[in-house]
Nanobody, 123 residues
C-alpha cells in the first residue's frame, strides 16, 4: 500500500491551498481516509476524514468551516481543500487510511500513512 501526498507549499495568510493524496496497492472501498497534521515537537493531530463509499465526513473543530475533504473515486485520490489559511495552520500534513466503517480520529487507529507534505502559511 502506498499513499502519496502532494500540494504543500508556502502561501500567505488568507490564501487557499489544496492537498492531494493518491492511494494505491489495494482496494480502499471499505476504508476510512483521513488527513492529519503535525506541528514541530507535537504529536500528529486529526484534521478531517471520509469513507470511500459512504457520505460521512468528519472534521476537527479547529478546521471546521475552513477545510473540506473530498474524493475522486476514479483516481483513488482524495483532497483537502484549505481556505482562509492562518499561520497557525503551518505544519506537515499527512494522509492516512484504515479499514473501517467507523470515524477514527486518533493516529494509532490508522494503518497506512503517506510521507507528509509541508504547508507553510506566512503572516
Amino acid at each position: 500500500v502506498l499513499l502519496v501526498e502532494s500540494g504543500g507549499r508556502l502561501v500567505q495568510a488568507g490564501a487557499s491551498l489544496r492537498l492531494s493524496c493518491t492511494a494505491s496497492g489495494r482496494s480502499f472501498e471499505n476504508h476510512a481516509m483521513a488527513w492529519f497534521r503535525q506541528f514541530p515537537g507535537k504529536n500528529r493531530e486529526f484534521v478531517a476524514g471520509l469513507h470511500w463509499t459512504r457520505a460521512h465526513r468528519w472534521y476537527s473543530d479547529s478546521v471546521k468551516g475552513r477545510f473540506t475533504i473530498s474524493k475522486e473515486n476514479a483516481n483513488n485520490t482524495f483532497h483537502l481543500q484549505m481556505d482562509s489559511l492562518e499561520p497557525g495552520d503551518t505544519a506537515v500534513y499527512y494522509c492516512a487510511a484504515r479499514e473501517t466503517y467507523n470515524r477514527p480520529s486518533m493516529p494509532d487507529q490508522y494503518t497506512y500513512w503517506g510521507q507528509g507534505t509541508q504547508v507553510t502559511v506566512s503572516s
